[in-house]
């Protein structure tokens, strides 16, 4: 969602956001060009959205606009921030399972330049090229579910020298050796539906072959995301709940066929969340009758549920239902603490009486953190419950941003008081 997928739900911000810079490797170390601004920490989806100063010379996210498929899985440049995010659940030959995500976030510095003498409004050539107007940052996990264990990791590029980038026909999008790639679109033009994902590091490994098994689904009004009064704080949104997959998996020295169902939310933008709001909780639902379910639960300062929460219900028949704030009612039934002290929900009851649905969701490993700056709980979970009177099963993934800044605040808050 917004921050989620949101979200951003991993990052590069904007100055203004403090921290660290974001550690390179050699190749793509980032060390700001004379002229060229530099990020201040990378993070999640809440970073991208909270750096809202420079919007200005961005496209904004105004009103609902005509999606147009395969285009609109490519990247939006004339936007301040997009990403894609994918998350599933997936099961090896010999039974073991697995949950993973791979995001990838597109963080522009400036504005695209426009020499506007030029045929058609060409851009403007940059001096150098290594120079760059915009970054890349990916996050890449895995969840071994039998062994209960998790691995994060993450990689930070400038769009240079072929560092990382995203390309629009067809798509591919990658960082590095990690990437999200379509096949060519039909001889009619028309989205082959079919896209490989690739992702490894010393410790996995990761190769899917991805089949849309249903069309994209437009969430918010027409496919506009208003995340809260403040103008411009809106994005373009859209998923794809369900992606058939297939391919292979490296844990350590092994190698596992596996398969299972993937999860894609695509959004993008030039806004910030409002002022009051600290975080939200993401639920991405796959139910086991076809349906699927995405919520988010913006919170604010006050640990309050901010009334722009929203999301979308997918029925059987493909059918979506947007809905408000009100229709969802979440009670969280549990929390785990990370080593570090943050404490995040984990468990939830989770119904929607005018879907008559009611239903548990909860974590399949408690350690799900990724160690990002700020860090972030984003994990696979299970579903179990009702709808109406039959009995319902699901898996999914659900994503905590803002619970590590909100520790950070009181931590902070706390040494003030003992100066005083």
């Keep these: ?114 020499d506007s003498a030029a045929p058609g409004g060409a851009a403007t050539p940059t001096v150098s090229r290594w120079r760059t107007r915009q970054l890349y940052v990916a996050h890449f996990a895995i969840t071994d579910i039998g062994r209960r264990s998790f691995h994060s990791t993450a990689r930070y590029a400038r769009d240079a020298l072929g560092l990382a980038g995203a390309r629009t026909a067809p798509l591919r999008v990658w960082l590095d050796g990690w990437s999200l790639a379509a096949q060519p679109a ?30 994209p689904v437009l969430n918010g009004d027409r496919g506009l995301s208003v995340k809260s009064d403040t103008p411009g704080a809106a994005s373009y949104y859209y998923s794809i709940p369900r992606l058939a ?63 722009h929460s929203a999301g979308t219900f997918i029925g059987v028949d493909g059918h979506a239902r947007a809905l408000g704030s009100e229709d969802v009612a979440i009670e969280v039934q549990d929390h785990w603490r990370s080593p570090e002290g943050v404490r995040y929900p984990a468990g939830w009851h989770v119904r929607i009486p005018v879907l008559a649905l009611d239903v548990v969701v909860s974590p399949v490993v408690a350690n799900q953190e990724l ?27 659900v994503e905590l941003v803002g619970y590590a800044g909100e520790r950070s605040e009181q931590r902070a808050q706390g040494e003030q008081g003992e100066k005083r």
Excluded at 250 to 274: C, F, K, M, P, T
């Design 245 to 307: 997959a297939r391919g292979e998996l490296r844990a350590g020295n092994r190698s596992l066929s596996v398969e299972g169902l993937v999860w894609l939310d695509r959004e993008w933008g030039s806004g910030a969340l409002g002022a009051d709001q600290t975080g939200w909780d993401w639920f991405a639902l796959q139910l086991a009758d076809g349906s699927a379910l995405m919520f988010y639960a913006l919170r604010d300062r006050g640990d309050r549920r901010d009334p």
């Design 186 to 215: 039909t001889q009619g033009g028309a989205d082959a539906g079919t896209w490989t994902l690739m992702a490894a590091d010393q410790s996995y490994a990761l190769t899917l072959r991805l089949q849309a098994e249903s069309a």
């Design 371 to 397: 160690e990002t700056t700020p860090r972030y709980w984003e994990g696979a979970v299970g579903v179990a419950g009702r709808r109406g009177t039959q009995g319902l099963s699901g898996q999914g993934y």
């Design 1 to 114: 969602m917004a921050c989620e997928r949101i979200g951003v739900m991993l990052a590069l911000a904007l100055a203004g956001c403090g921290g660290q810079q974001p550690p390179l490797d050699a190749a793509g170390s980032h060390r700001a060009l004379p002229g060229e601004p530099a990020p201040a920490t990378a993070g999640s989806r809440l970073d991208v959205l909270r750096s809202g100063a420079g919007d200005a010379g961005f496209a904004q996210a105004l009103a609902p606009r005509a999606f147009e498929f395969p285009r609109d899985h490519g990247a939006h440049p004339e936007f301040r921030h997009e990403w894609w995010y994918l998350t599933g659940q997936l099961r090896a030959s010999d039974g073991e399972r697995f949950g993973f995500e791979l995001t990838f976030f597109r963080l522009a510095l400036v504005p695209p330049p426009v």
